[in-house]
């Protein structure tokens, strides 16, 4: 059987999480960098297996999976190895899903609105700047309230006592937290260690061989203390 083909670039954290399931799990595969300087993603190719033109992308045979957390649901569905990263026990079960809904149209969103105009990935203007001062109240009054007092409230996990495909989809959304001045509930800087730590994720942060999203963050910070 082939292995799969899993398309990211190192810099887009959605990608990380799809990524480090592929490594913790043992799923063989390989990584195709898509290179969005040049616009690889935007070839009638890529286009072809991902409309969207996004990353991540899964090529699993005659199968296209795009958006992180399908990608995620496939490999668990599909992928023995991965299965125990997908629980079946219907409360671990709800849970998960749920945080999975809610990390994309809430938490996401208010990091990306906070961080992405630091990063250089929106630009910074001052209607931004406004919206990503609203995100950072709707993240700190509600977002974290919710994560510690909701899911993490009497569980080292989202789902319980083992890790998930949740919690590798929030500890990547965390991670743009990095280039802001912004500080994490001491729960949920506990959360983020606990999974960082019980996983590969710091080398794939740190790039794991290429331009990883720490050492671009660093450099961000560098150039916006100068």
């Given at each position: ?18 990524w ?37 992308a ?14 995620m ?17 219907p ?7 749920q ?71 929030v ?25 960082t ?13 290429g ?7 660093s ?8």
């Open positions: 059987m082939p292995p799969v083909v899993l398309y990211i670039s190192r810099l887009v954290v959605d990608a990380h999480g799809p480090l399931l592929c490594e913790q799990a043992g799923i063989d595969y390989v990584l195709e960098d898509v290179d969005l300087a040049l616009g690889e993603h935007r070839s009638p190719a890529f286009r072809a297996m991902n409309p969207h033109g996004t990353v991540p899964l090529r699993d045979g005659d199968v296209c999976v795009w958006e992180a957390h399908a990608i649901r496939h490999l668990c569905r599909c992928y023995p190895e991965a299965a125990r990263y997908y629980p079946q026990q409360e671990a079960l709800a849970s998960m899903e945080v999975l809904d809610w990390r994309n149209t809430s938490l996401f969103r208010n990091i990306s609105a906070v961080a992405g105009p630091l990063l250089g990935f929106t630009a910074p203007d001052e209607s931004r700047q406004a919206a990503g001062r609203a995100a950072l109240t709707r993240a700190k009054d509600g977002d974290f309230a919710v994560l510690q007092h909701k899911f993490l409230m009497d569980r080292p996990y989202i789902a319980g006592h083992s890790i998930t495909i949740a919690d590798f989809s500890v990547t959304a965390l991670k743009l937290l990095d280039a802001t001045n912004l500080s994490l509930p001491p729960s949920i800087e506990d959360y983020a260690a606990r999974v730590q019980a996983t590969d994720y710091k080398r794939l942060a740190d790039g794991n061989g331009y990883g999203i720490n050492m671009y963050i450099m961000k910070r560098a150039w916006g203390d100068g």
